[in-house]
């Protein structure tokens, strides 16, 4: 969730992307550099080399094999970009999927579509950014969280102010009859007036500043 909120990718993909284009760097070095003259020792000699090996896999999981041996026949900046695209592309794949796997990211499924920094990120102070991150995160103590500490069915997860409903982020922000008060300050009636799933979705998109600043101090609240 934290990728997905910041749109960061991890760091390997920078490492593999370093480590392949370095090869080349060092294939075409000074002959009177030892890096040089190992690196050709290892391939004159075919002496087993991992960290050879681990760029190669590189390659291979990549879909780029066919230049390991003719790497000089390729734009190295096109193949670069090409690699590190499809490391991004790859791990997009591996982040969507273990999302849809996940049960505490239920609620997170419903609000993030496309793998980017969230807008509220940027736009608002950092004391109410993180607010919002932690909600949309699963970071609180709500009950559909807890509950998961004791290994609570989630369906017993209920709310602890009216016990009506579950206690999770929608209950708390839209529905919940305690913090009806502090939802009427801030935020506009249609989001709970006869609230459902796609206002709260509009509400928590929203790239409206003002409205994210009072949702955000609404959620502080819950927090």
């Given at each position: 969730m934290l990728y997905g909120e910041t749109g960061r990718y991890p760091l390997h993909i920078t490492i593999k992307v370093r480590m392949v284009k370095f090869r080349p760097a060092l294939k075409n070095g000074k002959n009177s550099k030892?890096?040089?003259?190992?690196l050709n020792a290892i391939n004159n000699l075919s002496i087993p080399c991992?960290?050879?090996a681990y760029i190669k896999s590189i390659l291979d999981e990549t879909g780029f094999s066919i230049y390991w041996n003719n790497a000089e026949t390729v734009n190295h900046k096109w193949l670069y970009k090409?690699?590190?695209?499809?490391?991004?592309?790859?791990?997009?794949q591996s982040?969507?999927?273990s999302l849809q796997n996940s049960s505490k990211g239920?609620?997170?499924?419903i609000l993030k579509e496309n793998f980017e920094q969230e807008f509220f990120l940027k736009h608002l102070p950092r004391s109410l950014s993180y607010c919002l991150l932690k909600f949309r995160t699963a970071n609180h103590h709500f009950p559909i969280e807890t509950g998961r500490y004791i290994?609570?069915?989630r369906h017993l997860r209920k709310c602890n102010y009216c016990r009506m409903d579950i206690g999770d982020e929608y209950y708390y922000l839209i529905s919940c009859t305690h913090f009806s008060n502090i939802r009427q300050k801030y935020l506009p009636k249609y989001f709970f007036e006869r609230p459902n799933v796609i206002k709260y979705m509009c509400l928590m998109k929203s790239k409206d500043v003002k409205l994210l600043t009072k949702l955000a101090i609404v959620v502080k609240y819950l927090m």
């Open positions: 030892l890096s040089f003259r190992c991992k960290w050879n090409s690699i590190e695209q499809t490391l991004k592309d790859q791990f997009c982040w969507e999927s239920l609620n997170y499924k290994q609570l069915d």
